[in-house]
């Protein structure tokens, strides 16, 4: 159900960008989804393809990529990047620049649509 809506909203907004830029249709979009987020790829895949039909979307490959967990440290302000199998390994969560382990874990964005290649 949840894939469901998310899929409705990137249809919707593709459809909204194919018109603003006078696209014919979207042959591919590339998605990011947080890997904390309990979206499942096969659902949204699914679901995309459902709520696609008809569209400009209609026959659009999908590109799902599984984002790493974002940390934010609170000492020096950067901003490091991890996979969730080394967080759990050795449960560090710590900044890749300055060592420390004072950081905000940034769950991300649950859905990012990074690109999207249409036709005119
Ligand atoms: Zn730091």
Same mark, same amino acid.
């Given at each position: ?47 995309? $393809?459902?709520?696609?039909? @008809?569209?400009?979307? +209609?026959?659009? $490959? ?5 984002? @790493? ?9 950067? +901003?490091?990047?991890? $996979? ?25 964005? +649950? ?6 290649? @249409?036709?005119?």
């Amino acid at each position: 159900m949840h894939e469901f809506s998310l899929a409705t909203s990137v249809v919707d907004f593709l459809q909204r960008l194919s018109k603003e830029q006078g696209m014919s249709r979207i042959d591919a979009i590339f998605l990011e989804i947080g890997e904390m987020t309990h979206v499942d790829p096969r659902q949204l895949r699914y679901s995309l $393809k459902m709520v696609s039909q @008809g569209t400009v979307a +209609e026959r659009s $490959k999908v590109y799902i990529k599984r984002s @790493g967990i974002l940390l934010r440290c609170r000492r020096c302000g950067k +901003e490091s990047r991890l $996979k969730l199998m080394d967080a759990i390994t050795d449960y560090s969560l710590k900044c890749a620049a300055c060592g420390s382990a004072d950081v905000d874990i940034d769950r991300g964005r +649950e859905l990012v649509l990074r690109r999207i290649r @249409g036709s005119k």
